[in-house]
């Protein structure tokens, strides 16, 4: 059966208020600000320790890449001059940013026109679907579909915490000389999410600084400015160490969603919920939304025309059954 592809929404009109728009930016071009080249290795979620069942339940199984060239010189000078320009307007959300990160953004292509237009550059989204194995698009949640992490002022703090992530697929792109700082390793866990909270005593998007075995711990090596990968977030156990002395050290964050209409995206839209980002449940009810609308074209497009009225109401059940319960979910903790 052919799999039937969705595009991603496009960012809504408008921005919330918080967020302060660049000005005089330049305009993205891929031919002079990608340097796309493929990583010399790629590890499955089966190299991570996942069970056949587990990795066939998810819509690719791809675990991570090892750094893989990204920006140009040319791109990574203007990415780290725009995130520098984006620093003053950092997020003071309360839930993830107060538990696990330092210093970040949310929802840069709100702030930034060229980190949307490369978000939605079509020659990285192909690359990065030919990696994961399966079609990738930019977030349906245009908070999440580009953040940057800074580094803390206090570097006592990680800068990010061991975790899992609230989406599937993401990138991790680095715009500083790793030369130029001590410390602040992005490093795995040899092993699957269920193992390493278990052995930290953590869930999901709950970070801790407490170390894990260090012989089932690796360091992602970066050449240099402007490396990243991608992994499947949601599966790898992860985290950003400390800084052993103040330094600047950026990273861009790009999310994205799974385009293939009968693949599980993975978003976790109940997580995401308690984040205080500006209109974050707007933006979850789209993605909702976008979401049915995939589904409901599935049972347009398959449900047999002699099936059973137990069939046909199972199935158009199943079809809203995410958005009603996010709809319920809001009704429920509205006050009023």
Same mark, same amino acid.
């Given at each position: 059966?052919? %799999?039937?592809?969705?595009?991603?929404?496009?960012?809504? +009109?408008?921005?919330?208020?918080?967020? @302060?728009?660049?000005?005089?930016?330049?305009?993205?071009?891929?031919?002079?600000?990608?340097?796309?080249?493929?990583?010399?290795?790629?590890?499955?979620?089966?190299?991570?320790?996942?069970?056949?069942?587990?990795?066939?339940?998810?819509?690719?199984?791809?675990?991570?890449?090892?750094?893989?060239? !990204?920006? *140009?010189?040319?791109g990574?000078?203007? $990415?780290?001059?725009?995130?520098?320009? $984006?620093? #003053?307007?950092?997020? +003071?959300?309360?839930?993830?940013?107060?538990?696990?990160l330092?210093?970040? !953004?949310?929802?840069?292509?709100?702030?930034?026109?060229?980190?949307?237009?490369?978000?939605?550059?079509?020659?990285?989204?192909?690359?990065?679907?030919?990696?994961?194995?399966?079609?990738?698009?930019?977030?349906?949640?245009?908070?999440?579909?580009?953040g940057?992490?800074?580094?803390?002022?206090?570097? %006592?703090?990680?800068?990010?915490?061991?975790? =899992?992530? *609230?989406?599937?697929?993401d990138? =991790?792109?680095?715009?500083?000389?790793?030369? %130029?700082?001590? &410390?602040?390793?992005?490093?795995?866990?040899?092993?699957?999410?269920?193992? &390493?909270?278990?052995?930290? &005593?953590?869930?999901?998007?709950?970070?801790? +600084?407490s &170390?894990?075995?260090?012989?089932?711990? #690796? *360091? $992602?090596?970066?050449?240099?400015?402007?490396?990243?990968?991608?992994?499947?977030?949601? $599966?790898?156990?992860?985290?950003?160490c400390?800084?052993?002395?103040?330094?600047?050290?950026t990273?861009?964050?790009?999310?994205?969603?799974?385009?293939e209409?009968?693949?599980d995206?993975?978003?976790?839209?109940?997580?995401?919920?308690?984040?205080?980002?500006?209109?974050?449940?707007?933006?979850?009810?789209?993605?909702e939304a976008?979401?049915?609308c995939?589904?409901?074209?599935?049972?347009?497009? #398959?449900?047999?025309?002699?099936?059973?009225?137990? @069939? @046909?109401?199972?199935?158009?059940?199943?079809?809203?059954?995410? @958005? *009603?319960?996010?709809?319920?979910?809001?009704?429920?903790?509205?006050?009023?």
């Amino acid at each position: 059966m052919s %799999t039937s592809l969705r595009t991603t929404p496009n960012f809504p +009109q408008g921005k919330p208020d918080e967020y @302060i728009c660049l000005k005089d930016e330049p305009a993205f071009d891929a031919t002079r600000h990608l340097a796309l080249t493929k990583p010399e290795s790629v590890f499955s979620l089966d190299d991570l320790g996942y069970k056949e069942e587990e990795v066939h339940a998810c819509p690719s199984s791809l675990a991570l890449t090892s750094a893989f060239r !990204i920006f *140009s010189d040319e791109g990574v000078a203007v $990415m780290q001059e725009l995130a520098m320009r $984006m620093k #003053s307007n950092r997020n +003071q959300a309360a839930a993830t940013g107060a538990n696990r990160l330092g210093s970040y !953004i949310r929802g840069a292509g709100y702030r930034s026109q060229f980190v949307r237009d490369f978000c939605d550059c079509p020659e990285w989204l192909d690359f990065l679907s030919e990696l994961a194995g399966v079609r990738l698009g930019r977030h349906s949640v245009p908070a999440v579909a580009c953040g940057i992490n800074y580094a803390p002022e206090d570097i %006592t703090r990680a800068i990010d915490t061991w975790h =899992v992530d *609230s989406v599937s697929f993401d990138s =991790v792109i680095l715009l500083n000389d790793p030369t %130029t700082f001590e &410390g602040g390793e992005f490093q795995y866990f040899h092993g699957t999410k269920a193992e &390493g909270e278990a052995l930290l &005593g953590v869930s999901g998007e709950t970070g801790t +600084q407490s &170390g894990l075995p260090v012989e089932r711990v #690796s *360091s $992602m090596n970066f050449p240099a400015a402007g490396y990243g990968f991608i992994q499947q977030g949601n $599966m790898v156990f992860h985290r950003a160490c400390r800084l052993l002395a103040y330094a600047e050290r950026t990273t861009l964050l790009p999310s994205f969603v799974v385009l293939e209409a009968d693949k599980d995206d993975g978003t976790n839209v109940a997580v995401m919920s308690k984040w205080a980002d500006p209109g974050m449940l707007a933006e979850l009810a789209r993605h909702e939304a976008w979401q049915t609308c995939g589904r409901l074209q599935r049972l347009i497009d #398959s449900l047999p025309l002699d099936a059973s009225p137990k @069939i @046909i109401a199972a199935e158009t059940e199943a079809a809203i059954a995410d @958005i *009603s319960c996010y709809a319920a979910q809001l009704r429920s903790e509205s006050p009023h």
